[in-house]
């Protein structure tokens, strides 16, 4: 099964920037430019799969999701970004492997090394409006770098984090990125999500993710965010519009 949101159209004129993740059970990546990514692609991995080591699976996913897009990609500035630094080598003994890397080579990217800890993407409203109806709404998703966010977007999320005064995890502890200090989760790396923004950031998942059931859009929030009673609120969003 594949699930394919497009989002915004692109820009032609700006470079894209191809963020994968793959594991045991999914692969997914997003293809952006800039704010607002045009795409969102994810495949469920079949039983032969499931069995490949992790970065066959990441260069799976990296070379579908190019042939998926091929028509929008080829012929422009691609930025390809992997948490697996082996795979910016391009270096294989691995017959299958080396194939693969040859078809992705024909779009002419760029690869680059992402840190495990960084791939992660979270795309919130803005702390200083009031109207969320009228906000851009900025959506989190999995396998994408935290490093191309704004300090502008990470520095609303700080401000919200103290203005809120929200009950702190026992887990808590602060995390510098980009050069803005966060509350994360000491264990899991995710956002400690302050009380104001979470009902927008269940909103904005509900909407982008094209109404998911309750399982799915908790996953998919679980990447990047994290709040006492998370769970239960989500169920108790009105999912079903």
């Given at each position: 099964?594949?699930l394919?949101?497009?989002l915004a159209f692109?820009?032609?004129?700006?470079?894209f920037?191809?963020?994968?993740?793959?594991?045991g059970y999914?692969l997914s990546a997003?293809?952006s430019q800039g704010?607002?990514?045009p795409v969102?692609?994810s495949?469920k991995?079949n039983?032969?799969?499931k069995?490949y080591?992790?970065?066959?699976?990441?260069?799976l996913?990296?070379?579908?999701v190019?042939?998926?897009?091929r028509?929008?990609l080829l012929?422009?500035?691609?930025?390809?970004?992997?948490?697996?630094?082996?795979l910016?080598?391009?270096?294989?003994?691995?017959?299958?492997?080396?194939?693969?890397?040859?078809?992705i080579?024909?779009?002419?990217?760029?690869?680059?090394?992402?840190k495990g800890?960084?791939?992660t993407?979270?795309?919130l409203?803005?702390a200083?409006?009031?109207?969320v109806?009228?906000?851009e709404t900025?959506?989190?998703?999995t396998a994408?770098d935290l490093?191309?966010l704004?300090?502008?977007?990470l520095?609303?999320?700080?401000r919200c984090q103290?203005?809120?005064?929200?009950a702190t995890?026992k887990?808590?502890?602060?995390k510098?990125i980009?050069?803005?200090?966060?509350?994360v989760?000491?264990?899991t790396?995710?956002?400690i999500?302050?009380?104001s923004l979470?009902t927008p950031?269940i909103?904005?998942?509900h909407e982008?993710?094209i109404?998911?059931g309750?399982?799915a859009?908790?996953?998919?929030?679980?990447?990047?965010?994290?709040w006492?009673g998370m769970?239960r609120d989500v169920?108790?969003?009105p999912i079903t519009?």
């Amino acid at each position: 099964m594949m699930l394919t949101v497009e989002l915004a159209f692109p820009d032609y004129s700006k470079p894209f920037h191809v963020h994968t993740d793959a594991s045991g059970y999914r692969l997914s990546a997003v293809i952006s430019q800039g704010r607002r990514p045009p795409v969102f692609w994810s495949k469920k991995c079949n039983d032969a799969q499931k069995k490949y080591p992790a970065n066959k699976l990441e260069l799976l996913s990296i070379k579908l999701v190019l042939q998926v897009y091929r028509t929008m990609l080829l012929g422009h500035e691609v930025h390809i970004h992997t948490d697996h630094l082996n795979l910016t080598y391009g270096t294989y003994s691995n017959v299958p492997l080396l194939r693969w890397r040859l078809e992705i080579e024909e779009f002419g990217p760029e690869l680059h090394y992402v840190k495990g800890e960084n791939n992660t993407l979270s795309r919130l409203p803005r702390a200083d409006d009031s109207n969320v109806q009228q906000q851009e709404t900025l959506v989190a998703v999995t396998a994408v770098d935290l490093t191309t966010l704004s300090n502008v977007d990470l520095r609303d999320i700080a401000r919200c984090q103290k203005r809120d005064g929200t009950a702190t995890l026992k887990s808590a502890t602060m995390k510098e990125i980009n050069g803005v200090e966060l509350q994360v989760d000491s264990n899991t790396g995710r956002i400690i999500t302050p009380s104001s923004l979470q009902t927008p950031i269940i909103a904005a998942n509900h909407e982008w993710l094209i109404h998911p059931g309750v399982t799915a859009m908790l996953r998919t929030m679980q990447n990047a965010f994290t709040w006492a009673g998370m769970a239960r609120d989500v169920e108790k969003y009105p999912i079903t519009g």
